[in-house]
């Protein structure tokens, strides 16, 4: 078979073109392929002729379109169908055999035509929409102008063997590929800079598409997940502004990233969530309609959302896309005023230069009590004597009438429901009362979340300790809400590695503090699932058990060992759902050793027969956990052979233990010139570097790291490099930090002790 990807710049080395996206063309295609076999392009077939064994085959000519967005496909597929209230056939390839996988994507792809058409009040342009899953594909997939391919992973759907999380990830993609043929597609970006125009859109909106079809799901608290990844990446020195100069074409696939995609999505909810929804869905449709088949700048979407909503959006939000990095909001409580300080966040603890317009929202003691208003300097204040005396809200409390039982519900939450893309820092005294609340359960999920990544953040960044840190997650092992849980066991992940270098002796203590922490919720949660449960639940008790698992919780070993053996016996058994088996394969590889390596061998037997893609991937992401060297080396050797498919190889850098970080290491270097070859020009190279050079914490690493990389670099992975290395360093001072708290030991021996 064949498939073509051509965004960013490669349409130029398939045919002669002016080859950037603001020159947009219309295509008329012929192909010829061998009679057998299905060809599939950006508009539908017009005309075949035979000839012997050939076909030719002439597709329609194309609406004016841009070069990056052109596409073939050429295989053996079978499809499934549909067709939208409006008319428009969708379609559906998949591998020969497989068609009833591909129903759940067809049917997303369906309900996001429909809604997107109301939600724009633009109409799908095309006759057609065809989305194909194919074997080898570097991104997720691909939004070509009515030709969606996607990589088998991402698309393909199978009730049994599929997870929930995955089921999910299916539903997001569809949506956010769907909504590229109007953020995109029909009006494009005029140049690489605005490329978040498409992915922070196209990211943003199929959160808003997957939250219509499937509200019990909770997007919105979850891409929360998102907005954290992307502060993440913005609290480094060389990250680089969403609206990023690029001036070499081999540079754009460096910057299809979590500043693009993640900080891109989370301005533009902060912005929503600033100007409300009807507006900003009136704006989007004008947008729309306004640029519809031509190319448009960042300034003009603010230019209609300035128009439309009478806000001055402009100069709000070129403080957000022009400059790299974020706020740190400082907040002090004096009488009743309350004092703000903004001050650019870096991982590094140093204080940047930026300066914001800042949408500031807070609540007294209940989301009834609310003001917001714009930070536009350095330092503001706020007078909010009015929330202390308003009994109008159902606390019916005012400070004049009840003093002490105001005093008991006081508290004060920043950013509501984390909608800003800022952290908020709290003097003491608010922040032991917002513990409090957290612990009485006053405060919303969202907020629960965004008060642990700030104090996750500021702990990083050498601003809090870390014992106050553990302290505070300790409040939150009575939570159940999945995402809030999900981010706890993303914070326990990230001390392990840190604590690791910092005190190895007392590591374990510390995984005993995080299984007590999490073992309430995987209790009431168990092995098995329930049928008719939440798709949360589902989602909570695979990562749940993941991390119990890594952790090396002896209780949940067993069970899983137990429950893998049950699946040797039987692929079907029902002690091991999909959602589960992850934790199994976590079990089985952290008592993998060269010495003990049955389990090993089985966990490869079942790779090597499983029939589904969803299988293979779920053994690839933890082959590598093995707290053996040798085997994680065998593991990194087995990924790179001919058994595993070129795109898979980056699901078992994911999984690579602490303890096999310098045979990875080692590795790398070994087989860099094999990695430039074979992936040097793709999206996938990148990851080679972050996902390998992230497990170090140490300075001397960062420097072995950068000599090695002196004479080997280019502009295709230059900055990529660089915040590499940055978060190593980053990760460095930390372990000097926690070093510093020498009483730390002691008291993590007491929290795993205590249960
Ligand atoms: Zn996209």
């Not at 597709?59 to 496909?73: C, D, N, Q």
């Not at 891109?264 to 449709?285: E, N, P, R, T, W």
């Not at 190895?504 to 510390?510: A, Q, R, T």
């Amino acid at each position: 078979m064949a498939a073509t990807q051509f965004e960013a710049v490669d349409a130029r080395r398939c045919f002669p073109c002016w080859d950037e996206p603001a020159l947009k063309a219309a295509f008329q295609i012929t192909l010829d392929v061998p009679l057998e076999l299905t060809a599939l392009s950006n508009m539908p077939i017009l005309k075949e002729k035979l000839n012997g064994d050939i076909k030719t085959v002439y597709f329609e000519e194309s609406p004016m379109m841009s070069t990056y967005l052109v596409a073939v496909v050429v295989g053996s597929f079978d499809s499934v169908e549909e067709t939208t209230a409006d008319g428009i056939r969708v379609r559906v390839y998949c591998p020969p055999g497989k068609s009833d996988n591909g129903k759940f994507a067809l049917h997303v792809a369906v309900k996001a035509l429909e809604l997107y058409t109301r939600y724009f009040s633009v109409p799908y342009p095309l006759p057609k929409l065809d989305m194909v899953a194919v074997p080898e594909f570097a991104g997720g997939a691909m939004e070509n102008y009515g030709l969606i391919i996607y990589r088998e992973n991402d698309m393909l759907h199978d009730e049994l063997q599929s997870t929930a999380a995955k089921k999910q990830r299916i539903t997001v993609v569809a949506m956010h590929e769907v909504a590229h043929q109007w953020f995109g597609n029909l009006v494009t970006m005029e140049w690489w800079t605005h490329l978040w125009l498409n992915e922070g859109f196209a990211t943003w909106v199929s959160y808003m598409a997957t939250d219509n079809l499937f509200p019990e799901w909770k997007v919105w608290t979850q891409f929360l997940q998102y907005t954290a990844s992307g502060l993440h990446m913005d609290s480094l020195e060389k990250s680089h502004p969403i609206e990023v100069e690029i001036i070499h074409a081999r540079a754009v696939l460096e910057i299809f990233d979590a500043i693009s995609y993640e900080k891109g999505s989370a301005v533009i909810q902060m912005l929503q969530s600033y100007l409300g929804d009807a507006i900003f869905q009136k704006s989007l449709s004008s947008y729309m309609k306004r640029y519809a088949w031509k190319n448009a700048k960042t300034e003009d979407l603010w230019s209609v959302l300035t128009e439309e909503s009478g806000v001055e959006v402009t100069n709000l939000m070129e403080t957000w896309t022009k400059q790299k990095g974020y706020p740190l909001i400082s907040v002090n409580l004096n009488g009743h005023i309350l004092a703000f300080e903004q001050s650019q966040f870096l991982l590094s603890g140093l204080a940047g230069e930026g300066l914001w317009i800042v949408p500031i929202t807070l609540c007294l003691g209940s989301y009834e009590r609310q003001k917001k208003f714009l930070l536009k300097t350095r330092c503001g204040e706020i007078d909010i004597s009015d929330l202390f005396n308003s009994p109008s809200d159902c606390l019916g409390l005012s400070e004049e009438n009840d003093p002490e039982k105001f005093k008991e519900h006081f508290w004060i939450k920043i950013n509501i429901y984390q909608s800003g893309f800022y952290r908020v820092k709290y003097e003491d005294k608010l922040a032991t009362q917002l513990i409090k609340a957290i612990e009485s359960n006053y405060v919303s999920a969202p907020d629960k979340f965004g008060i642990l990544d700030d104090t996750h953040a500021l702990c990083q960044a050498g601003k809090q300790s870390l014992s106050s840190l553990l302290t505070l997650m300790g409040v939150y092992r009575k939570d159940i809400d999945y995402t809030v849980v999900s981010n706890l066991i993303e914070v326990c992940y990230n001390i392990v590695k840190v604590y690791y270098d910092a005190f190895p002796d007392s590591v374990d203590y510390l995984r005993q503090y995080f299984i007590n922490i999490l073992r309430p919720s995987a209790e009431r949660l168990g092995w098995e699932s329930v049928s008719g449960e939440p798709h949360l639940n589902v989602l909570l008790r695979g990562e749940i058990s993941m991390a119990l698992a890594s952790f090396g919780d002896e209780k949940t070993h067993e069970d899983a060992i137990r429950r893998f053996k049950s699946l040797l016996m039987d692929r079907n058994t029902p002690l091991l759902s999909a959602d589960t088996k992850r934790a199994a394969y976590i079990a089985v590889m952290r008592k993998t050793t060269v010495a003990s390596r049955n389990y090993f061998e089985s966990l490869l037997s079942i790779y090597r027969e499983a029939d589904t893609v969803q299988e293979k991937e779920r053994i690839l992401r933890h082959l590598a956990a093995s707290p053996d060297p040798d085997i994680v080396m065998e593991v990194l050797n087995f990924l790179a052979s001919d058994e595993v498919r070129d795109q898979d190889i980056i699901y078992g850098f994911r999984g690579i233990s602490l303890e096999g970080r310098e045979a990875a290491w080692k590795w790398l270097k070994d087989h860099w010139d094999f990695i430039l070859n074979k992936y040097g020009t793709g999206l996938l190279f990148t990851n080679f570097l972050t996902d390998i050079i992230a497990l170090f914490s140490s300075n001397e690493k960062a420097d072995e790291v950068e000599a090695f990389f002196a004479n080997r670099t280019t502009l295709a992975f230059a900055m990529n490099l660089k915040q590499s290395i940055e978060q190593v360093r980053i990760k460095a001072r930390w372990v000097q930090n926690i070093k510093q708290e020498e009483s730390l030991p002691e008291l993590i021996k007491q929290l795993a002790i205590k249960g």
